[in-house]
């Protein structure tokens, strides 16, 4: 058996994980869910002297603002869209016909205007460019949204469906920028306080097809983005569980967002993928949680 479906069958075996007959798409036992929410609460206490503005959207996006964004350009392969039928009777008769027989009945099902969001932080940016120009202080904001990617894949940390937890900056290159310096060192503190082994190192986003190679050592080469890596099912590659992203005046320019000055914002979010530092959690400190170091279960509010 390789390393990656035993760590996922543990965690199944434990209860800790259901099974949905789809790679990636899990249930959440009690105790996996009372972990989430002590690293959200140690989320909101790295960040409260910041006092971002809370907001939050259901985990599904305006298809135009999806459209916009450049998602399908870099990665297609990831993208999930809800469609829906929209059919006559007659046509319900039909996709009737063709579930009883064990057919395809997905061929008439229409695109919706929702696209199931890709990065909690994707719904943000034509809100917030919506609002008008940012005050001198520009813009700090805390989301958290189920997010989708079709990555199907037995390593437990890649999932198809699972929340990010960011905070995301908006204002001058300076104050973005100090803000993901700020979070790296947070987000070190953050996992030290856990008992977890970590590095920090520039990431590989999996760009789509040639152009993607492309992006993918542009993005290297210009530091964009950071990833913290714990060793979760793999030890010789470990798994990125938070991420902090320079998107340059991306976003600005795109929607339209502008600093007090009317020139373009930049734009950073730092990611926390809540499942994967669960998994984390439980593959370094054992599936008791009651068994855990005291100072992890202190850091997490469980004591
Ligand atoms: P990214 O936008 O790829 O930087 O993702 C932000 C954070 O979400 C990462 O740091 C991970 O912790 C988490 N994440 C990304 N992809 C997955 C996945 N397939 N399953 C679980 N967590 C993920
Ligand atoms: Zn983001």
Redesign the pocket.
């Known amino acids: 058996m390789d390393a990656q479906v035993s760590l996922l069958d543990q965690l199944l075996g434990a209860g800790l994980l259901f099974d949905t007959g789809v790679d ?1 798409l899990y249930g959440r036992a009690g105790v996996f869910e009372d972990v989430v929410a002590g690293i959200e609460r140690m989320v909101i206490a790295f960040g409260r002297e910041d006092q971002a503005e809370v907001l939050r959207f259901p985990p599904g996006m305006n298809r135009a603002h999806f459209e916009a964004s450049g998602y399908m350009k870099s990665f297609p392969h990831l993208a999930g869209t809800v469609h829906c039928f929209c059919g006559d009777e007659a046509a319900h008769g039909q996709l009737l016909g063709e579930l009883a027989k064990g057919e395809d009945w997905t061929h008439g099902q229409k695109a919706s205007d929702i696209v199931i969001t890709p ?1 909690a932080c994707y719904p943000l940016y034509p809100l917030v460019a919506k609002r008008g120009r940012l005050k001198p202080q520009g813009g700090l904001f805390d989301l958290c949204s189920y ?1 989708f ?1 079709h ?1 199907p894949s037995t390593d437990p ?4 469906m ?1 929340r ?1 937890r960011e905070y995301v900056r908006v204002g001058s290159p300076e104050q973005v920028m100090a803000f993901r310096q700020d979070w790296i060192e947070r987000g070190k503190a953050f996992v030290t306080a856990l008992e977890l082994p970590h590095e920090v190192d520039l ?1 590989n ?1 999996p760009f789509f097809g040639r152009g993607g190679r492309l992006a993918s050592s542009s993005q290297r080469e210009q530091g964009l ?1 950071f ?1 913290l890596l714990i060793p979760v099912n793999s030890v010789v590659k470990p798994t ?4 902090f ?1 320079y998107h340059q005046d991306h976003f600005g320019e795109l929607w339209g967002i502008e600093q007090h000055d009317g020139t373009k914002a930049h734009t950073a979010c730092v ?3 809540l ?2 530092i669960t998994l984390a959690l439980f593959r370094h400190h054992g599936f008791d949680v009651k068994a855990w170091p005291a100072g992890v279960r202190t850091a997490l509010g469980l004591a």
């Open positions: 990636g990065a997010c990617r990555e940390a890649r999932m198809q699972f990010m990431a986003d983005k990833e990125a569980c938070l991420s992203n990611g926390f993928g499942e994967r």
